[in-house]
């Protein structure tokens, strides 16, 4: 079976320029995602796209993507970026399984990694996800700032706590997806979707979260 891990490591991000080339700790997020690929025992071989020098520099030993810029906007689709990734990476021999990893997961550990493979591989689904639970109620705004949601709209009903079914949110740190299927529907979860189960972790999506993941190194609580 052939496992491969694909990092998209953009330069530039909607969260913060050169996001990934910052540290957390001893690593930068693109360093740090390439070594606990290379340490999973479920990834044989680690790639990382991008269209950055820098990323490409600093991701040490893992096999080099040149992402065409069209790919690589804050507009452009991951999808479309993995599936070229898959092309340049070859069929030869087929790969059965690509993990999606992001570097905006500091947080996250192998066993993360390889758990969520295993599950996939396990279920014999289309695509796993790592996930974690959640209590917080989902709302939304409306145009003119109104909040919508369970406990706010007269047709709802916000339950206790303990009363309500549990809920979980996906992680943003791996999807493991059967790489036929993926090529087959372009999507993600074009197949049947199933979900390993870890702790909650800080996800990167601005430089204000850098501040909150490196005070959480300094203190332990990762």
Known sequence: MREVAIILGRGGSAGGSRKNLRKVGE?????QAVLKCEAARLIDEVYVST?????????????IIARPDELSTDEAKTDDAVRHAIEVIG?????????????????MTIDELDGTIRRLI?????CAVAVAPTDALQVTEDSIGRLHGIGLDLKTFAHR???REQAYEICGSI???DCKMFLRTGNAYGGTVVAHKV????????????DDARAMVRQNRT
Do not use: F, Y
């Open 91 to 107: 069929s030869d021999p087929p790969i059965d399984v690509v993990a999606v990893v992001q570097c905006t997961a500091p947080l």
């Open 27 to 31: 690593h930068t997020l693109i360093r």
């Open 175 to 177: 999807w493991a997806m």
């Open 51 to 63: 269209e950055s020098m820098e990323i490409a520099k600093e991701s040490g030993c893992a096999n």
């Open 199 to 210: 702790r909650r972790r800080l996800e990167i999506d601005s430089l204000a979260d850098l």
């Open 122 to 126: 396990d279920m014999q689904a289309g």
């Open 161 to 163: 706590r303990q009363e």
